[in-house]
Nanobody
Framework: QVQLVESGGGWVQAGGSLRLSCAPSGRTVNEYNMGWFRQTPGKEREFVAGIRWNGAVGYYAELVKGRFTIARDNAKNMVTLQMNNLKSEDTAIYYC??????????????????WGQGIQVTVSS
């Protein structure tokens, strides 16, 4: 497991953009598959986006496809989630996750063993 440090988030009006960042403390980002989940009160955490340790291709939930982009920046040792055209239903606590390289599935919580503290994203309509 690894400690994950999240930043970004906040409040934005619908149609606006935000960017979340996540860095593994004391480790390098390319040691892990990385991703983002989100959760709203009364609901289970849901997958948002994921990226493998060696890949440039992102995996996305249908609800965010075409609006969100996950990217790995090895030089800055972080993973980012660029969120464009935000909607009120994107309001949630967003969690950065990291998991072992050999995980087969990275679109469910099963693929990850480290979770960040969570960061609030609020989209006002």
């Amino acid at each position: 497991q690894v400690q994950l440090v999240e930043s970004g988030g906040g409040w934005v009006q619908a149609g606006g953009s935000l960017r979340l960042s996540c860095a593994p403390s004391g480790r390098t980002v390319n040691e892990y598959n990385m991703g983002w989940f989100r959760q709203t009160p009364g609901k289970e955490r849901e997958f948002v986006a994921g990226i493998r340790w060696n890949g440039a291709v992102g995996y996305y939930a249908e609800l965010v496809k075409g609006r969100f982009t996950i990217a790995r920046d090895n030089a800055k040792n972080m993973v980012t989630l660029q969120m464009n055209n935000l909607k009120s239903e994107d309001t949630a606590i967003y969690y950065c996750v990291a998991g072992p390289r050999d995980a087969i599935v990275i679109v469910t919580p099963r693929g990850y063993n480290s979770w960040g503290q969570g960061i609030q994203v609020t989209v006002s309509s």
